[in-house]
């Protein structure tokens, strides 16, 4: 990925993944893989993931708040404050990945050894 492509995926997560401009097309599952739909009651315990469409090239980011130990944790290992709210981000799907199945192969120039 470029740099100026970079730095709008860095804009759009900054932007987007709390209370964003998509928030009300969020799909939400939790670790068993069941689907929430938008105001749907989500279940108690385990973890809830988001997929959240961004602006950004079309793509959507998977990912979920970050919990108060692993805030914690960070900050420990930083050893500086850290934000209240964190988001940990597992992926981010490209919007061509809705249309192909398969492993989605990267370019040579997207390795890094």
Do not use: C, W
């Amino acid at each position: 990925m470029n740099s100026p492509d970079r730095e709008g995926l860095a804009d759009a997560l900054h932007l987007e993944l709390l209370n964003g401009p998509n928030a009300d097309k969020e799909l939400r599952f939790d670790d068993a893989g069941n689907v929430y739909y938008p105001g749907a009651a989500l279940a108690a315990g385990g973890a809830t993931y988001v997929a959240t469409p961004l602006s950004h090239l079309g793509s959507t980011a998977i990912h979920r708040r970050m919990t108060g130990d692993e805030l914690a944790r960070l900050q420990r290992e930083l050893r500086r404050q850290v934000a209240q709210v964190g988001i940990y981000v597992l992926d981010i799907l490209p919007a061509e990945s809705g249309f192909t199945r398969g492993p989605r192969l990267l370019p040579p120039s997207a390795i890094v050894s």
